[in-house]
């Protein structure tokens, strides 16, 4: 992340506070991969591990970045040839997610999820304001509390959900309004930041005061693609 993409953000957040009382955005929910953490490496050496272990061959990083727009279960059914009309799709796809999820999580550390550059600060300055925060991702609940466990994030997240525990993923508004819900704090008072169309689209349908996407260097999604998915009010 660059430092002006760093202070544009930290302007953005900043900017919640000089909004009329009744319109100012209280809560701040996050992404995760690709968001708060660079876990590009983590999320593809993990793929290619379960599809060795079933036989099939290596993906490209490329293929990799496109099937992220999908949840897990979905993502793995399609890397290996299947599509949402065969009768296997939902139930191959689970099962290679549950062993994905296994492998993965025992993976995660500050070198294979790192948090980029400057996060913690901006984290350290919206703690210091008092906005309660939440994490959201469509990848399992108990890997985005690892991720925060091991970058010693628990205590600044009040709420973390997964695509595993709420009942539709992103960009379905179901996880987001859980997560507001747990911080008692109204949807139209609070920001979701993510790296993705389907964050932008889950905040909308979730009918959140304000959106944020991110493009970080090496990111699945450029920036020219957030902005023309038209998701987001800023990028």
């Not at 070198?111 to 600060?121: E, K, V, Y």
């Not at 304001?129 to 690892?146: C, E, F, H, I, S």
């Not at 991110?214 to 920036?223: D, K, L, R, T, Y």
Request: hydrophobic share 40%.
């Amino acid at each position: 992340m660059s430092r002006f993409c760093l202070l544009l953000m930290v302007l953005r957040v900043e900017a919640m506070t000089f909004l009329p009382r009744q319109e100012q955005m209280r809560g701040v929910i996050w992404d995760v991969d690709g968001t708060l953490v660079d876990s590009f490496m983590l999320g593809y050496t993990a793929t290619n591990a379960v599809l060795t272990k079933r036989g099939f061959h290596d993906i490209s990083e490329d293929e990799y970045l496109f099937g992220c727009r999908y949840t897990t279960p979905e993502r793995l059914a399609r890397h290996i040839g299947l599509i949402p009309e065969d009768i296997e799709f939902g139930t191959v796809g689970a099962d290679m997610a549950a062993q994905f999820d296994a492998y993965y999580i025992t993976k995660v550390d500050t070198s294979t999820a790192p948090l980029f550059h400057g996060i913690r600060d901006i984290l350290q300055k919206l703690e210091i304001q008092n906005r309660p925060m939440g994490a959201l991702t469509n990848a399992a609940v108990d890997y985005a509390k690892a991720v925060l466990k091991v970058n010693a994030l628990e205590s600044m997240f009040c709420t973390v959900h997964g695509a595993d525990d709420v009942p539709r993923p992103k960009p379905y508004p179901d996880g987001l309004l859980a997560c507001c819900e747990e911080l008692n704090i109204k949807p139209q008072h609070c920001v979701y930041i993510g790296d993705s169309p389907t964050d932008g689209a889950a905040a909308r349908a979730a009918k959140f005061g304000l959106s944020i996407g991110v493009a970080w260097p090496g990111a699945a999604n450029s920036e020219s693609k957030l902005r023309e998915s038209e998701n987001f009010d800023f990028v």
